[in-house]
Protein backbone atom coordinates (compact mmCIF):
# COMPACT_ATOMS: atom_id res chain seq x y z
CA UNK A 1 0.00 0.00 0.00
CA UNK A 2 3.03 2.38 0.75
CA UNK A 3 3.15 5.18 2.89
CA UNK A 4 1.09 8.58 2.46
CA UNK A 5 3.54 11.17 0.75
CA UNK A 6 2.36 14.11 -1.59
CA UNK A 7 4.41 12.64 -4.91
CA UNK A 8 2.08 9.77 -5.41
CA UNK A 9 -1.03 12.50 -4.93
CA UNK A 10 0.11 15.12 -7.38
CA UNK A 11 1.06 12.49 -10.09
CA UNK A 12 -2.00 10.95 -9.73
CA UNK A 13 -4.25 14.39 -9.25
CA UNK A 14 -2.63 16.12 -12.68
CA UNK A 15 -1.52 13.30 -14.96
CA UNK A 16 -5.20 11.57 -14.38
CA UNK A 17 -7.93 13.99 -12.64
CA UNK A 18 -6.33 16.88 -14.86
CA UNK A 19 -4.19 16.54 -17.40
CA UNK A 20 -4.55 19.79 -18.99
CA UNK A 21 -3.33 21.88 -15.88
CA UNK A 22 0.14 19.59 -15.67
CA UNK A 23 2.93 21.69 -16.34
CA UNK A 24 6.27 20.05 -16.77
CA UNK A 25 8.88 21.72 -14.33
CA UNK A 26 12.76 22.31 -14.57
CA UNK A 27 13.88 18.92 -12.61
CA UNK A 28 17.24 21.28 -11.44
CA UNK A 29 14.97 23.80 -9.84
CA UNK A 30 11.69 21.82 -8.52
CA UNK A 31 12.33 18.86 -6.17
CA UNK A 32 15.55 18.77 -7.57
CA UNK A 33 17.69 14.86 -6.94
CA UNK A 34 21.12 16.41 -8.02
CA UNK A 35 21.35 13.99 -10.74
CA UNK A 36 25.16 12.80 -11.08
CA UNK A 37 24.97 13.34 -14.42
CA UNK A 38 22.45 15.04 -16.87
CA UNK A 39 23.33 12.81 -19.57
CA UNK A 40 23.13 9.13 -19.93
CA UNK A 41 26.09 7.28 -21.44
CA UNK A 42 24.98 7.11 -24.46
CA UNK A 43 24.56 10.77 -24.74
CA UNK A 44 20.99 11.82 -24.77
CA UNK A 45 19.58 13.90 -21.65
CA UNK A 46 18.20 12.03 -19.08
CA UNK A 47 15.72 14.62 -17.87
CA UNK A 48 13.56 14.29 -21.49
CA UNK A 49 14.39 16.18 -24.64
CA UNK A 50 15.12 19.21 -23.26
CA UNK A 51 17.22 21.67 -24.80
CA UNK A 52 19.90 22.75 -23.62
CA UNK A 53 19.95 19.68 -21.60
CA UNK A 54 20.12 20.87 -17.58
CA UNK A 55 23.07 20.21 -15.71
CA UNK A 56 21.48 19.85 -11.78
CA UNK A 57 25.15 19.45 -10.48
CA UNK A 58 26.35 23.22 -11.51
CA UNK A 59 22.87 24.66 -10.73
CA UNK A 60 23.03 27.44 -7.94
CA UNK A 61 22.04 27.17 -4.36
CA UNK A 62 19.66 29.99 -4.50
CA UNK A 63 17.93 28.93 -8.07
CA UNK A 64 16.81 25.56 -6.76
CA UNK A 65 13.26 26.22 -4.86
CA UNK A 66 13.06 22.74 -3.77
CA UNK A 67 15.38 19.83 -3.66
CA UNK A 68 15.07 15.71 -2.75
CA UNK A 69 17.96 14.49 -0.66
CA UNK A 70 18.11 11.41 -2.55
CA UNK A 71 21.55 11.39 -4.24
CA UNK A 72 23.04 13.78 -1.92
CA UNK A 73 22.18 11.57 1.39
CA UNK A 74 19.98 12.70 4.13
CA UNK A 75 21.22 15.70 6.36
CA UNK A 76 20.56 14.18 10.07
CA UNK A 77 22.53 10.97 8.81
CA UNK A 78 25.98 13.43 9.41
CA UNK A 79 27.46 11.30 6.13
CA UNK A 80 29.63 13.30 3.77
CA UNK A 81 31.34 12.42 1.23
CA UNK A 82 34.59 14.54 -0.22
CA UNK A 83 33.00 14.16 -4.18
CA UNK A 84 29.60 15.84 -3.83
CA UNK A 85 29.10 17.76 -6.00
CA UNK A 86 28.89 21.64 -4.92
CA UNK A 87 25.47 22.12 -4.83
CA UNK A 88 25.10 18.69 -2.40
CA UNK A 89 27.57 20.52 -0.32
CA UNK A 90 25.50 23.85 -0.36
CA UNK A 91 22.12 21.98 0.12
CA UNK A 92 23.85 19.97 3.27
CA UNK A 93 24.75 23.00 4.76
CA UNK A 94 21.58 25.45 3.95
CA UNK A 95 19.79 22.44 5.54
CA UNK A 96 21.31 22.49 8.62
CA UNK A 97 21.42 26.45 8.74
CA UNK A 98 18.02 25.95 8.52
CA UNK A 99 17.32 23.35 11.41
CA UNK A 100 19.60 25.60 13.82
CA UNK A 101 17.78 28.80 13.45
CA UNK A 102 14.17 27.06 13.70
CA UNK A 103 15.81 25.24 17.13
CA UNK A 104 17.33 28.65 18.04
CA UNK A 105 13.48 30.29 17.42
CA UNK A 106 12.40 27.19 19.87
CA UNK A 107 15.19 28.31 22.29
CA UNK A 108 16.94 25.42 21.80
CA UNK A 109 20.89 25.87 22.44
CA UNK A 110 22.82 25.14 19.30
CA UNK A 111 25.46 22.06 19.78
CA UNK A 112 28.60 22.34 20.75
CA UNK A 113 31.44 19.88 20.25
CA UNK A 114 34.09 19.35 17.87
CA UNK A 115 32.59 18.97 14.23
CA UNK A 116 33.02 16.77 12.02
CA UNK A 117 32.50 17.96 8.52
CA UNK A 118 31.76 22.21 8.46
CA UNK A 119 28.66 23.78 7.96
CA UNK A 120 27.14 21.29 9.88
CA UNK A 121 26.73 23.93 12.51
CA UNK A 122 27.92 21.08 15.36
CA UNK A 123 25.12 18.64 14.52
CA UNK A 124 27.52 15.75 13.10
CA UNK A 125 30.86 15.64 16.00
CA UNK A 126 33.05 13.40 15.39
CA UNK A 127 32.81 9.71 16.22
CA UNK A 128 28.88 10.08 15.93
CA UNK A 129 27.32 8.39 12.85
CA UNK A 130 23.74 10.36 13.58
CA UNK A 131 22.81 13.13 16.25
CA UNK A 132 19.06 13.46 15.68
CA UNK A 133 18.78 16.12 18.93
CA UNK A 134 15.05 14.28 19.21
Request: hydrophobic share 30%; with cysteine.
Given at each position: S?????????S?F????????A???????Y???V??S??????R???????P?Y??E????????F??F??C??P??????R???????????EW?R??L??????G?Q?P?????????Y?Y??K?H?T????
Amino acid sequence: SGAPQIQGFLSYFYGERHPAAAVELNPCLYNTVVAYSSHTPDGRCRFGNHTPCYDCESTPLDEVKFAHFTVCVKPWTCFLLRRYCQLCKDLLREWFRLRLSLEWSWGIQAPQGEIAFRHSYGYCSKGHSTKHGV
